[in-house]
């Protein structure tokens, strides 16, 4: 059944990359025009953000009592990141990779769930600091409008939701339970239409709130120990900012940290909201008129824009595929020959 999974993945990955040769080619036509000592640097920085998700992730399965390694949890990220990209799930792709990959090893799934949904929470919050700033520099530019405010408020809703449900979960396995339900509710009249079916399973909802409850109830005592992954988790959107004042300089574009702050702000957080899985399509629209409004021209900002998205998007895809590989290559301690 693995080996079918890890086919059906390659398939899919192909079909994308086939889907997307024409950006792809863009892409590198691109790269070759810039500065390659830059654009080096640009790729050494975006694996060092790779590094820094897994060690991220590292701190918080140390926090709940799990033993793991750097590299397995760096391959596990890049992993999902390419399940999340070439076979679309509303983003949990990513912790479904956790997931199976817990079972293989045998270990407690709930903790593990607990750690990848933290390890977005933390994310989302590092990346609202960084947002802060970015709708700073547009609103003393002038260029802040309806669009970049309600995609704004639409992020800090989805934190503070994440962050609501942490909390209940730390209080109460019943309230946790109890808003679990609501939501599994909400979400089935929404697709029902669609589908013709409920989509979730309000009482397997419930029993999730039950599994994940004990170890939720453990995270206050443990407050302290989050100022380590937090750290890693706004030094992860410091080095993607790195990546694009790199691309900046391998095209001799000039610029100011406002222009790298608003214009990663803006790109990334159509990223996180747009409906297409990273972005595609719509990072690749709105990055240009980002930088387009912070005083970058326009055939510019169109060449930073491919460029960027090769090294944060392509790469870290490409990567993603062969972790993929990895992971299912190393036999777990109970399948090892003895």
Known sequence: MRKFIVILLAFLGA???????????????????????????ALLMESGWILVAGATILALYRILGLDETLYRLSLLFTA????????????????????????????????????????????????????????????????????????????????ALLGFLFYLGSKSEARLGNALARIARLLNRIAHPFIHRDYLNEEKMR????????????????????????????????????????????????????????????????????????????????MPLALSSLNVPWSQAIIITLAYRGVTFWFPLGVGAWALRMLHMTPTQQESPA
């Open 15 to 41: 079909g994308f990359v086939y889907l997307s040769f024409g950006e792809i080619e863009s892409i590198l036509q691109t790269l070759r025009r810039g500065n390659l000592w830059f654009i080096l640097l």
């Open 80 to 159: 999902g990141n390419f399940i999340s990209t070439v076979m679309p799930s509303a983003g949990m792709g990513a912790v479904a990779v956790f997931i199976s990959e817990a079972n293989r090893r045998e270990q407690p799934t709930g903790k593990v769930t607990i750690a990848s949904m933290l390890y977005i929470f933390l994310d989302y919050i590092a990346f609202l600091c960084v947002l802060a700033l970015g709708l700073i520099v547009l609103f003393r530019r002038n260029h802040l409008d309806a669009a970049e405010l309600t995609a704004s408020g639409i992020m800090f809703s989805i934190a």
């Open 207 to 286: 029993d999730y709130a039950r599994e994940l409850a004990t170890d939720l109830q453990t995270l206050p005592q443990n407050y302290r120990k989050f100022v380590k992954p937090m750290l890693f988790a706004l030094l992860n959107k410091t080095m993607l900012m790195g990546v694009m004042t790199a691309i900046f300089l391998a095209f001799q574009v000039p610029f100011s940290a406002g222009t790298i702050i608003g214009g990663f702000a803006i790109s990334y957080l159509f990223l996180v909201i747009s409906p297409t899985p990273a972005g595609i399509g719509i990072v690749e629209g709105i």
